[in-house]
């Protein structure tokens, strides 16, 4: 998936949650991308917010170390 395109969904998310208090709308956030977002959007994501995170709601960014990451193979 393009990280465009996961900016797009993850940023609606954030729109989502944006009337809503940060103490609210950060863990709203990660927890809609843990309980739905398979692990390679994930990784995706994260890879995206290492080069820079641009595009990102602030939101999500402030969400970030709340999502889970995806375990490397061993």
Same mark, same amino acid.
């Given at each position: 998936?393009?990280?465009?395109k996961?900016v797009?969904m +993850?940023?609606?998310? +954030?729109?989502f949650?944006k009337s809503?208090?940060?103490?609210?709308?950060v863990?709203?956030?990660?927890?809609h991308?843990n309980?739905?977002?398979?692990?390679?959007?994930?990784? +995706?994501?994260f890879?995206?917010?290492?080069k820079?995170?641009d595009?990102?709601?602030?939101?999500?960014l402030?969400?970030?170390?709340?999502?889970r990451?995806?375990?490397?193979? +061993?």
């Open positions: 998936m393009k990280s465009e996961l797009y +993850a940023n609606q998310i +954030a729109t949650f809503q208090p940060a103490e609210t709308a863990p709203g956030i990660s927890g991308i309980d739905f977002w398979e692990p390679r959007m994930r990784s +995706a994501l890879a995206h917010i290492e820079g995170g595009g990102l709601d602030p939101l999500v402030a969400a970030a170390p709340h999502i990451k995806v375990k490397e193979p +061993a």
